[in-house]
């Protein structure tokens, strides 16, 4: 399937992608635009918009697009749920200092988004970060 997103892609837009390809679509292709192209692009390829204003996978009741995508997929793995909670905090500002991981995250989608500004080159290298955050989020659930 294809996918939609707007461009300059930062922690939600890196995250959804990663959980998309992982957990939803193994064979999901994105396209970034501009946030003011958004709908047109969807009417024009069909493609599944997330992250966007009004999308149904996007920002709504408090939760962000990572969390949108989790529910609308029944997805209950609880090392997935752990790392929605760090991706929640990342991703919304006032909500940073809610988990003890999320501004390490933040900071690296920062760092990331100033030295590879390309999107889809972007998602490849911090690809290896949700990996790496996922599995340490298994480890964890498997200690309790």
Not at 27 to 32: I, N, Q
Not at 33 to 45: D, F, I, W
Request: proline share 6%.
């Amino acid at each position: 399937m294809l996918w939609i997103t707007r461009s300059r892609v930062h922690v939600d837009r890196v995250a959804c992608p990663w959980l998309i390809l992982r957990f939803v679509d193994s064979d999901a292709e994105f396209l970034f635009v501009p946030k003011s192209e958004v709908n047109e692009a969807v009417e024009e390829t069909g493609a599944i918009p997330f992250d966007a204003p009004g999308a149904e996978l996007g920002h709504h009741d408090g939760k962000c697009s990572f969390e949108a995508i989790i529910e609308k997929y029944g997805l209950t793995d609880p090392a997935l749920i752990r790392l929605a909670k760090i991706v929640h905090a990342a991703d919304i500002a006032s909500d940073l200092k809610s988990d003890p991981i999320a501004p390490g995250l933040e900071a690296i989608a920062t760092g990331f988004g100033l030295i590879i500004p390309d999107d889809q080159a972007n998602l490849e290298e911090q690809f290896v970060v949700y990996d790496a955050l996922y599995a340490w989020c298994r480890l964890q659930i498997a200690k309790n």
